[in-house]
C-alpha cells in the first residue's frame, strides 16, 4: 500500500513541479518578471522547489570522448549482453590514428561490477570516464526492477553471481583474459563468482580490485550495518518489502522500492543535505552559476534510485549482514544447473588482489573490505596489496579528486603489474595481423557443466578453440583509412 501512496503523491506532485519550473523561467534573468522587485530571489525559490518535486530518472552515462596519449578518443556505449536484471555494457573507443590505435589494442580488460544497492550504475561515471584512458571498459548496468515483467522470473543473490561468471568468461572469450574491479555491494557476490569459478579449476581473472564493500561487515559497523543487525529478518520482510503498483512492466512484482533507499541515504546526513539546498538557492541568487551546475549534477544522480527485487534484497540482509556467511565459511550458491557449491576464497590463487578503503568511510566502516586478505589465503603475498586513502568517504574513493589523483594510479599500475597479452578470439579483417588468433591457438575452456559435477573433471576440463566473430568497425573520418575499436 505504501507503494502506491507514494506513486499517487508522486503524480499529485508532478503538476506543481512543472508549474514551479515553468514560473522559475518567468522570473529568470530575461525574462517576462526578470526586472520585477525580488525577482531573481522568485527565481531561486521557485527553480529549488521544482528540484525538490521533480521526478528524477535513470541518467545516462554521457560519456562522448576521454584523452589517450593527449589525444582525443571517441566514446560510444553499446550492450554487449542483455540479461532480464542487467546489460553488460561496453564503452568502444574510436580512432583513426595508428600510434593511438597501438596504444589502445594493448591496454589492459576491465568488468566493472556496479553496486545494486538503490543508485544506477551511472554512479560510477568519474570511475568508469577515468579508466577508459588506459583500459577497455564494460561495466554492469542494473535494471529497475520494476520495469522488469514478471515473466522474466525471480532474480535471488545466487543469479547475481552467476551474472558476474558470465560476464567473466564472455570477456576471456573474447580477450583470453580480464581484469575485475568491484564498488561497495558487489565486492561481496565477485569474490564469490571468482572463488567458485577456482574451485572449478575455471581460468580466473587476473586481478581483483575490491573498494569499499562490506566484506567482513563485522568489523567497524557503521549505522547501515547496525541497522541491518539490530532488526530481525522477518522486520524486513514485513516492513519494506512492497508490490510494484500497475502502470509499470514489472507490476506485482516483489522489491525494496528505491524512495525507500533514498529516505535512507538522506536520513543519514539529513543537516548537510539541507544545508546544501540552502547553498544552491543562494548561489542562484548570486548568479554562481558553476556552482548551482555542479549541485544539480550532483542530486540528478543522487536522487535517481532503482528497486531491487525482493528475494536479492533479503538475501543480502540475511547472508552479508546478518550470518556473515562468507567470512564463516558456510555460504553456498546455486549455480544456473541448479547445484549447490560452497563458496571457498582460499582455492583462488593466480588472481592478485587489491583492497581500497577511505578513511572516513561511513558506509562500509575501517577493515570491512581488507578483510578479503584474510580469506584469500590461497593468493601470494606478492600479489597482494591494501591501500587506505587519508581523508576520503565512501564516495571519495571512486569518484572525484582523490579518486583521480589518489586512487586510480593506484588501481591502474596494480591492474597493468599483473596483464598478459590478450588473446583475441575474434579476428577482425581491419587489424594487423600480430593482433588476432593465430591458426591452432587455443583458448582454456570454462568447465562444462557435466564436469562441474565431479572437482576431478572440473580440473581437467578440455581446452577448445576459439570461435570467430567479425565486428564492423566505422570508417575513418579523417583519413582514407580504416578506424578501429578498442
Not at 29 to 45: F, I
Not at 109 to 136: C, E, F, N, W
Request: proline letters at 6%; glycine letters at 6%; hydrophobic letters at 40%.
Amino acid at each position: 500500500m505504501l507503494y502506491q501512496l507514494y506513486e499517487a503523491q508522486r503524480s499529485l506532485m508532478e503538476p506543481f513541479s512543472d508549474f514551479a519550473q515553468a514560473a522559475s523561467k518567468l522570473y529568470g534573468p530575461g525574462a517576462v518578471w526578470s526586472q520585477l522587485p525580488m525577482a531573481q530571489r522568485m527565481a531561486a525559490g521557485y527553480d529549488l522547489l521544482y528540484r525538490l518535486g521533480k521526478d528524477y530518472e535513470k541518467p545516462e552515462f554521457n560519456i562522448k570522448s576521454v584523452k589517450v596519449d593527449g589525444e582525443d578518443v571517441v566514446i560510444q556505449e553499446a550492450v554487449e549482453l542483455d540479461k532480464p536484471f542487467c546489460e553488460l555494457r561496453r564503452f568502444k573507443r574510436f580512432t583513426d590514428e595508428p600510434h593511438i590505435l597501438k596504444t589502445l589494442k594493448s591496454q589492459p580488460v576491465v568488468l566493472i561490477v556496479a553496486p545494486l544497492s538503490g543508485h544506477y550504475a551511472t554512479l560510477l561515471r568519474d570511475t568508469v570516464r577515468t579508466m577508459l584512458q588506459d583500459h577497455k571498459v564494460y561495466i554492469t548496468d542494473w535494471k529497475n526492477a520494476r520495469l522488469v515483467p514478471l515473466s522474466d522470473g525471480e532474480f535471488h543473490l545466487d543469479d547475481y553471481i552467476n551474472y558476474v561468471q558470465e560476464f567473466i568468461r564472455r570477456l576471456q572469450a573474447e580477450y583470453g583474459n580480464c581484469h575485475v574491479v568491484s564498488v561497495c555491494q558487489p565486492t561481496v557476490p565477485v569474490l564469490a563468482a571468482v572463488s567458485l569459478m577456482a574451485s572449478r579449476g575455471e581460468p580466473l581473472p587476473l586481478t581483483m580490485t575490491m573498494m569499499g564493500g562490506p566484506i567482513d561487515a563485522r568489523k567497524s559497523p557503521t549505522a547501515v550495518n547496525n541497522l541491518a543487525t539490530n532488526k530481525s529478518f522477518e522486520w524486513f520482510e514485513n516492513n519494506v518489502i512492497y508490490r510494484v503498483p500497475q502502470g509499470f512492466p514489472g507490476a506485482g512484482r516483489k522489491v525494496y522500492p528505491g524512495f525507500l533507499q533514498h529516505t535512507g541515504f538522506v536520513a543519514m546526513n539529513p543537516d548537510r543535505h539541507a544545508s546544501s539546498h540552502y547553498d544552491y538557492f543562494k548561489d542562484l541568487i548570486k548568479g554562481d552559476d558553476a556552482s548551482a551546475e555542479a549541485h544539480r549534477k550532483f542530486y540528478d544522480e543522487y536522487n535517481a534510485v532503482l528497486d531491487m527485487d525482493a528475494d536479492y534484497y533479503l538475501e543480502t540482509i540475511r547472508t552479508v549482514f546478518q550470518d556473515f556467511d562468507l567470512v564463516n565459511g558456510t555460504w553456498d550458491v546455486k549455480n544456473p544447473d541448479g547445484q549447490v557449491e560452497r563458496v571457498r576464497p582460499q582455492d583462488i590463487r593466480a588472481t592478485a588482489l587489491l583492497t581500497v578503503e577511505g578513511e572516513l568511510d561511513d558506509i562500509s566502516g575501517s577493515g570491512q573490505t581488507e578483510a578479503a586478505h584474510s580469506l584469500c589465503t590461497g593468493i601470494a603475498d606478492s600479489k597482494r596489496e591494501h591501500y587506505e586513502v587519508k581523508g576520503a568517504g565512501h564516495y571519495g574513493i571512486f569518484s572525484g579528486r582523490r579518486w583521480r589523483d589518489l586512487v586510480y594510479p593506484k588501481v591502474r599500475n596494480f591492474i597493468a603489474a599483473s596483464d598478459e597479452p590478450q588473446r583475441r578470439a575474434s579476428a577482425r579483417e581491419n587489424l594487423p595481423a600480430e593482433d588476432r588468433v593465430k591458426p591452432g591457438q587455443k583458448l582454456k575452456a570454462v568447465a562444462t557443466a557435466a564436469a562441474r559435477k565431479t572437482p576431478v573433471a572440473a580440473k581437467k576440463a578440455v581446452a577448445v578453440k576459439t570461435a570467430p566473430a567479425a565486428t564492423k568497425a566505422p570508417a575513418a573520418k579523417k583519413k582514407p583509412r580504416a578506424s578501429a575499436t578498442r
